[in-house]
């Protein structure tokens, strides 16, 4: 199958300061990749769309200011949380978008904020 | 898209074969089902999808009942690394492109 890369898979920030993650398709182009949240013992949700050459289209309750979301390339998509605070401690994974509307999942990116 | 309900955990022995139901009674014609599985920590996995016909691949088989109110996923012969939750969810066709919706999912654990 369609191999998803995230980047990095775990990280530790301070409050206030932004983090960047990154989601690469590595053998396929994907001009959609979703963005999903994992809180503990908890399902995933999806907190948006992310379309090649196109602003993400984000789901109710998702802040686009504080989560935004470059999808420059065919292969890479980036989520940077803004102004991190500890609420925002979770599990970040993406997806792309196959051929036969299949989705393949990162590994998932774990953020803690102090 | 029609919603699933699974139960929370189910245990399986070894070498088993693992039956997972999931019903999704209010399904409409043009709607798939799909299965996913999340090892901890991991990013979900897809397993198998299908529509009306019972479908197998290298990982699992796919059973829908013929009114298509609900289906069995299957894993043949279940080892260790099989312990995981698994999604059941129903999607129309090209719904995959407006992001999953999942549920609670049955937490399967796969037991020596």
């Known amino acids: 199958g369609a191999v998803v890369s995230q980047h990095p898979s775990r990280v530790i920030c301070k409050s206030g300061t932004s983090v960047k993650i990154e989601c690469r398709s590595l053998d396929f182009q994907a001009t959609t990749m979703f963005w999903y949240r994992q809180f503990p013992k908890q399902s995933l949700m999806l907190m948006a769309t992310s379309n090649e050459g196109s602003k993400a289209t984000y789901e109710q309750g998702v802040e686009k200011d504080k989560f935004l979301i470059n999808h420059a390339s065919l292969t890479l998509s980036t989520l940077t949380v803004t102004s991190a605070h500890p609420e925002d401690s979770s599990f970040y994974i993406c997806?792309?978008?196959?051929?036969?509307?299949?989705?393949?999942f990162g590994p998932g990116t774990r953020l803690t904020v102090l | 898209d029609a919603k699933t309900t699974q139960p929370p955990s189910m245990d399986c022995a070894e070498g088993r074969a693992a039956n997972l139901p999931c019903n999704h009674s209010?399904?409409?014609?043009?709607?798939?089902v799909y299965w996913y599985r999340q090892i901890h920590s991991q990013g979900p996995q897809y397993i198998i999808h299908g529509l009306k016909n019972n479908e197998t691949n290298e990982m699992a088989s796919l059973i829908i009942t013929e009114d298509r109110k609900s289906s069995t996923l299957i894993l043949p012969h279940a080892t260790l690394r099989d312990t995981a939750v698994y999604y059941c969810i129903v999607m129309r066709s090209g719904g995959g492109a407006d992001g999953l919706t999942f549920g609670k999912g049955t937490h399967l654990i796969i037991q020596p």
């Open positions: 997806s792309a978008l196959g051929r036969r509307n299949e989705q393949f």
């Open positions: 209010t399904i409409s014609g043009n709607e798939y």
